[in-house]
């Protein structure tokens, strides 16, 4: 391969350099490969090994062609491997003195572990750098067109993740108090227990045509979305057919669709409705 090839070119900055025996934990993003950061760009040109996770796009991997690249995952069919040995064996290929680049679907920090990895590492005496990405809640949102901010709708965005330690539904989060506070919720890992959870939402007082957006494989050509209620929300997942991974979330914020789903106006369609939360006057207007 050729130089420009294999060293795909970043702007000009003072990057980090990577040092031998580092480990780079580095969110990856939703999918889409553009949606990596600069500083991961950086760590796959020099890593020796790259870690990966099973929400890890291929054609990212691709880009550290000079890298071993390890499977680390828990899903995909795959076999799983579990936290602790994944967290050693990022132990033992720092202190081989390999240039370690461990990535991680979205965020590291968000609902990914990134926290206990870094604090192995750390108390192996392992030098750490934390590269942030961004979290599917976010970015795969916006790429189905919900804000997780809109200011007619929210004051707050919650993130919730729909399995705890045990898989079940959190038996630690108040839904009672979630279902009253959270104007918009973000729920993560919430396809198996969608019916739970929203059974706790309406028991705690949500509506049950408190609108909901279901995102899978959001930001890869295979993105759907299912626009839906909390009362319909399980039934309608069921019927879709949609697999994880997948974002669900819930509250008013998912109306904007109707306006703002821009891959469907980039595909020739017209919006749905250019005022979904009835505001009667122009957006520019506040
Ligand atoms: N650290 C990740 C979250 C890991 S937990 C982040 O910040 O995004 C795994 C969950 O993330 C999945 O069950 C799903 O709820 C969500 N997720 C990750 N990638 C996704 C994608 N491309 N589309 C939809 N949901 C995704």
Redo the contacts with the bound molecule.
Sequence with gaps: MSDSETHLPLPKHDWPVMEPGWVWLC?A???DPGLLTLHALNALRQADVVVY?A?VEDTILDWAPQAEHMYAGKRGGKPSVKQRDISLRLVDLAKEGKRVLRL?????????R?GEEAQTLIQHGVNVRIIP?????I??LAYAGVPVTHRDVNQAVTFV??HDQSGETPASLNWDALAKGAQVLV?????KHADRIANALMAGGKPADEPVAV??????PD?KVLETTLGKMAADIEASGME?????CVGRAVLMRQVLDWQALARGETPRNLDPLGRGKPAEQA
């Design positions: 969110g993003g939703p999918g996770d929400l991680k679907g979205g965020d590291p920090f968000v609902f990914g990134g990405g961004i979290s599917a809640g970015g795969g993740t729909g729920i993560y890992m919430g396809m995102v899978s494989q959001a930001t890869t993105q994880p991974p997948a974002i669900v």
